[in-house]
């Protein structure tokens, strides 16, 4: 019973999870990528 339940976790992590240093580094590279976009805009 127990393992087929870390079975399971084992198989949803793989499939939708990321780790929070992941989740974080890729909200980082998001908010540089746009403040570099916006810094580069023309204004009229």
């Not at 990321?18 to 810094?39: C, F, I, P, Q």
Request: net charge positive; charged share 55%.
């Amino acid at each position: 019973m127990r393992e087929d339940k870390e079975k399971r976790a084992g198989e949803n992590r793989a499939k939708f999870g990321r780790s929070k240093a992941e989740k974080k580094l890729s909200k980082v590279k998001t908010e540089k990528g746009e403040k570099n976009l916006s810094d580069h805009k023309i204004d009229d």
